[in-house]
Nanobody
Framework: QVQLVECGGGLVQAGGSLRLSCAAS????????MGWFRQAPGKEREFVAA???????YYADSVKGRFIISRDNAKNTVYLQMNSLKPEDTAVYYC???????????????????WGQGTQVTVSS
């Protein structure tokens, strides 16, 4: 079993930046794809970004060009650099570990088997 702990959320003004981190422990982290999802108040959880074991990356259209997902296997950590933040980016952000080493643009939430507790990101206008 893997444990995922997110941090780095907070309150930021529109146009600002935040970097989220997700530290993994337990099951061999480096062999699995990782992803970030978010859930805004009153909305369903949605995909944000994912990174494969091979460092291939995928992004939701809403964050493409603004967010960057990366991983440091030596530190068992995945990051989400969020730039040019908008009020509509306000949500609880969740880190998730894929069930396998590779992810694709067609993957859905059930393809990710382990989830963190989430970290709140609030963007003020």
């Amino acid at each position: 079993q893997v444990q995922l702990v997110e941090c780095g959320g907070g309150l930021v003004q529109a146009g600002g930046s935040l970097r989220l981190s997700c530290a993994a422990s337990g099951r061999t982290y480096s062999r699995y794809a990782m992803g970030w999802f978010r859930q805004a108040p009153g909305k369903e959880r949605e995909f944000v970004a994912a990174i494969s074991w091979s460092d291939d990356t995928y992004y939701a259209d809403s964050v493409k060009g603004r967010f960057i997902i990366s991983r440091d296997n030596a530190k068992n950590t995945v990051y989400l650099q969020m730039n040019s933040l908008k009020p509509e980016d306000t949500a609880v952000y969740y880190c998730a570990q894929h069930r396998g080493p590779f992810t694709t643009a067609q993957d859905q939430q059930p393809d990710f088997g382990s989830w963190g507790q989430g970290t709140q990101v609030t963007v003020s206008s």
